[in-house]
T-cell receptor, first 114, second 116 residues
């Protein structure tokens, strides 16, 4: 089955700096890669996603890049703010198939220091 | 749109009792997924269901755990004879299941199960 590795496990940045979180996946057939943000005691919330026919996607301060050949994808947060502090999870799945379930990485705890 | 609704929010059971966790998907969503999250860990897939069908249960323990998504009513995750190791947050997610952009998963607030 799919295996998703995520690094780093913790990340501390100063407010205004950029943060980058990286994930690798094992199944070359995976074609959908969402990112979720989870605040303490709350539900995971989808913040951005990308399909394998796209190399990069941006939404305001958040961007995701995908390298299909290397089987890795990254989340970039620019101009970080204290409210960006949370645990971020990457995930992968094979959409449009019976195996739709997401396989998640182990998470990155991001701390933005004011 | 009320989003994905899970109840109860917190559930306390003694070892050997049964736990029933309920999930109502978002309106218009016919696909439901259950995940388990241990403290400081990621989300582990358990089971994927459509109405009246289990599509993928590869992540669910073969014993004591079962799931259903009936034609009417919420999806139920049932854990029989709970043990302390079952203590975790159980999240439900739903999607429209129609392919393409409609494959996004939206999560409920979870049920925190504590086994004494």
């Amino acid at each position: 089955g799919e295996n998703v590795e995520q690094h780093p496990s913790t990340l501390s940045v100063q407010e205004g700096d950029s943060a980058v979180i990286k994930c690798t996946y094992s199944d070359s057939a995976s074609n959908y890669f969402p990112w979720y943000k989870q605040e303490l005691g709350k539900r995971p919330q989808l913040i951005i996603d990308i399909r394998s026919n796209v190399g990069e996607k941006k939404d305001q301060r958040i961007a995701v890049t995908l390298n299909k050949t290397a089987k890795h994808f990254s989340l970039h947060i620019t101009e970080t703010q204290p409210e960006d502090s949370a645990v971020y999870f990457c995930a992968a799945s094979k959409r449009d198939t019976g195996r739709r379930a997401l396989t998640f990485g182990s998470g990155t705890r991001l701390q933005v220091q004011p | 749109n009320a989003g994905v609704m899970q109840n109860p929010r917190h559930l306390v059971r003694r070892r050997g009792q049964e736990a029933r966790l309920r999930c109502s998907p978002m309106k218009g969503h016919s696909h439901v997924y259950w995940y388990r999250q241990l403290p400081e860990e990621g989300l582990k897939f358990m089971v994927y269901l459509q109405k009246e069908n289990i599509i993928d249960e590869s992540g669910m323990p073969k014993e004591r755990f079962s799931a259903e998504f009936p034609k009417e009513g919420p999806s139920i995750l049932r854990i029989q004879q709970v043990v302390r190791g079952d203590s975790a947050a159980y999240f439900c997610a739903s999607s429209p299941g129609q392919g393409g952009a409609n494959e996004k998963l939206f999560f409920g607030s979870g049920t925190q199960l504590s086994v004494l």
